[in-house]
C-alpha cells in the first residue's frame, strides 16, 4: 500500500517498445525483489536487489536505497511481458518482512 | 531455483467450518510465509515462521493461525471461516532474512 507505492497503476505498451515502472518507498527498504504475475496467478521472481543494479534480458532494474526508489525497464516489450508487475521491499524497520506494492498491470498489444 | 508447491490449489469452505492450507517447500529454506493477495492491496502479510516450531504473526494475523511441524512444511488454518477470509493465499519461502523469497503457485480460498 502506502509502504510501498508503484506508479503507473496501469500501463498499455505497444509490442517492440520501451517502458518503465517505478516503486517508490516510505519505508528504509534495504532490497527489493520484482515479481510478474501471469494471467494464470503465478507469482514469478524477476530481480532480487541490493542497492545498485542488475540486468536479464530485455529488462534492467536499479534500486537507490538513499533516494528511497527502484525502477524495473523493460526494453522491446513483447506479448508475454503482459501481467502484473509486483515491487516488494523488505527494510529492517519493519522487521525484515517483504512489503508488497499494489502492483501495476502491463498490457502489451500487438 | 526454489520449489514451494501448496495444496489443495482451490477450495470451497462454508462459514464457520475449518480451513487448512498446506505448503511444501524442498529446499531446506529456514523461512516460510503465508500471504494472501486481494484486489487493491497487493499481497499482505499473515503469518510467518523462521524455523520448525516457529510460528510469528504477521501484518494481517486475526483469524487465522499458522503450524510449523517440520522444516519442509507450514500450514494456514482457519478455524472459523468467514466471507471475509475469501481471497487467493500464497506460500513463501526464503534461506533467512535478507534473502530472496520464493512463492508457491497459490491457493484460491471461497467461502460461502
Known amino acids: 500500500g502506502d509502504k510501498v507505492k508503484q506508479s503507473p497503476s496501469a500501463l498499455s505498451l505497444q509490442e517492440g517498445t520501451n517502458s518503465a515502472l517505478r516503486c517508490n518507498f516510505s519505508?528504509?527498504?534495504?532490497?527489493v525483489q520484482w515479481f510478474l504475475q501471469n494471467p494464470r496467478g503465478s507469482l514469478m521472481n524477476l530481480f532480487y536487489l541490493v542497492p545498485g543494479t542488475k540486468e536479464n534480458g530485455r529488462l534492467k532494474s536499479a534500486f537507490d536505497s538513499k533516494e528511497s526508489y527502484s525502477t524495473l525497464h523493460i526494453r522491446d516489450a513483447q506479448l508475454e511481458d503482459s501481467g502484473t508487475y509486483f515491487c516488494?521491499?523488505?527494510?529492517?524497520?519493519?522487521?525484515?518482512?517483504?512489503?508488497f506494492g499494489i502492483g501495476t498491470r502491463v498490457l502489451v498489444r500487438p | 531455483e526454489a520449489a514451494v508447491t501448496q495444496s489443495p490449489r482451490n477450495k470451497v469452505a462454508v462459514t464457520g467450518g475449518k480451513v487448512t492450507l498446506s505448503c511444501n517447500q524442498t529446499n531446506n529454506h529456514n523461512n516460510m510465509y503465508w500471504y494472501r493477495q486481494d484486489t487493491g492491496h497487493g499481497l499482505r502479510l499473515i503469518h510467518y515462521s523462521y524455523g520448525a516450531g516457529s510460528t510469528e504473526k504477521g501484518d494481517i494475523p486475526d483469524g487465522y493461525k499458522a503450524s510449523r511441524p517440520s522444516q519442509e512444511n507450514f500450514s494456514l488454518i482457519l478455524e472459523l471461516a468467514t466471507p471475509s477470509q475469501t481471497s487467493v493465499y500464497f506460500c513463501?519461502?526464503?534461506?533467512?532474512?535478507?534473502?530472496?523469497?520464493?512463492f508457491g503457485p497459490g491457493t484460491r480460498l471461497t467461502v460461502l
Open positions: 513463501a519461502s526464503g534461506r533467512d532474512w535478507g534473502y530472496e523469497q520464493y
Open positions: 519505508i528504509a527498504a534495504t532490497t
Open positions: 516488494a521491499a523488505e527494510a529492517g524497520s519493519a522487521g525484515n518482512k517483504l512489503t
